[in-house]
């Protein structure tokens, strides 16, 4: 056959076209990413704590509940140690950051309650001891040192003598007296300034039975259950507890008056109240300062008495008002830090973190790094060290003002 016939009978016959090729196979399913889970911690010299973020605030929240309600991402998150001049609140103790009542059992506040009760039994032992570190060598005025003024703070308080100052100079024991008078000033006239604003704003409640009482006997078993209910996650039995031992016309007890006041601020067990909050941090100042007064008097303005640790309780934490504005038309930068400063000379640690950083930003007084490096050292060998501050131990801080 020839070839081109071959070829062409090839090229007629049917063909089976070729089966398709079979379908790809499926992708796999996309491998599960899982993310490390990592956890924040703060920790200090005797404790730590894990640190959760803030709940979100609604949009439509009410404006003054957001204004008003801040959990405690506790400062220094009071621990990450906000500095006046950042701009933001994030003070030692900074307030709650939703609008709603913070949830039972949140370990913040506490652990901050337990640390600031810590503070105040040390503060009541060692009332009638030494001075805290390098007191004996500081000075103050009344002034702000800025020239700005308060109507928070008296405008004839006495300045501070310390050792070496002629005449007046005075011992250990006697300065530490002064700074006790200072804070008995402050919170007696001082906080009829703030009373008089809170009254002019429809804050203010009845007056009570006048001068309050300090932790005794018959409400201290109160108190400590108090304290346990708040430390077991059960804020609002906790929180009810510390309104009745602080009621003006009950118990009137300036330590529940203290920490009432703390959970009105933040929204502990309760809807947060900053003006009510400032009114029973005040009510405890002046209760304490009249108890601690009285004892100046009988000493010879030497040392005070049975109430030191309320009163630099109250003055430390309406420092952090005055700081922040809370309860307040707005914030007094001058009164945070002589507020600050007075509680930092009576022992309280985290009042001189606050004060150095006053002095190192210049928040309500002129900037000076000697003194803020003195306040840091001074914290520093209480055992409260802030990250990043190796700069305070320079020689050139050495000074006669520097520790």
Not at 125 to 144: E, F, L, M, Q
Not at 247 to 270: E, I
Not at 277 to 294: H, I
Not at 356 to 381: I, N, Q, S, V
Request: include cysteine.
């Amino acid at each position: 056959m020839p070839l081109r016939t071959l070829l062409q009978r090839k090229k007629d016959s049917p063909r089976a076209d070729p089966p398709p090729p079979p379908p790809p196979p499926p992708p796999p399913p996309p491998a599960t990413i899982v993310a490390n889970e990592f956890s924040f911690m703060r920790s200090d010299t005797f404790s730590h704590e894990y640190i959760s973020p803030p709940a979100a605030v609604s949009r439509d929240a009410d404006a003054d509940a957001v204004a008003v309600a801040v959990a405690v991402t506790d400062q220094i998150a009071r621990d990450s140690y906000g500095h006046p001049d950042r701009g933001g609140d994030g003070g030692r103790l900074a307030p709650p950051a939703d609008t709603t009542t913070t949830p039972p059992g949140a370990p913040n506040h506490a652990r901050r309650l337990s640390e600031r009760l810590h503070l105040h039994l040390h503060l009541r032992r060692s009332s009638r001891g030494a001075a805290p570190p390098h007191a004996h060598a500081r000075t103050a005025s009344s002034g702000s040192g800025s020239g700005a003024s308060s109507v928070h703070v008296p405008l004839d308080l006495p300045a501070i003598v310390a050792d070496g100052d002629g005449a007046g100079a005075a011992d250990g024991q006697t300065h530490q007296g002064q700074w006790e008078r200072r804070a008995t000033l402050l919170a007696q006239q001082g906080g009829t300034a703030a009373a008089a604003a809170l009254s002019g704003a429809g804050g203010t409640r009845s007056a009570g039975r006048g001068v309050g009482v300090v932790v005794d006997g018959r409400d201290d078993a109160n108190i400590q259950e108090a304290i346990r209910l708040h430390e077991a996650g059960d804020l609002d039995r906790s929180t009810a507890m510390f309104g009745h031992l602080a009621d003006p016309g009950g118990a009137n007890n300036a330590l529940s008056q203290v920490l009432y006041g703390l959970a009105l601020r933040h929204g502990w067990g309760c809807a947060p109240d900053a003006r009510l909050a400032l009114e029973y941090l005040t009510r405890a100042a002046q209760n304490s300062a009249a108890v601690e007064a009285a004892a100046l008097a009988r000493s010879n303005f030497r040392t005070g008495g049975a109430a030191k640790g309320e009163l630099v309780l109250a003055i430390y934490e309406l420092a952090n008002c005055f700081r922040h504005g809370w309860g307040l038309a707005r914030k007094d930068p001058v009164a945070a830090k002589l507020y600050y400063e007075t509680a930092a000379n009576l022992g309280d640690v985290d009042a001189m973190n606050e004060t150095a950083a006053c002095y190192e930003h210049g928040f309500g007084t002129r900037k000076d790094r000697a003194l803020a490096a003195r306040y840091y050292r001074d914290a520093e060998r209480q055992g409260s060290k802030t990250v990043g501050n190796s700069w305070i131990w320079k020689e050139k801080y050495n000074s006669e003002r520097g520790a």
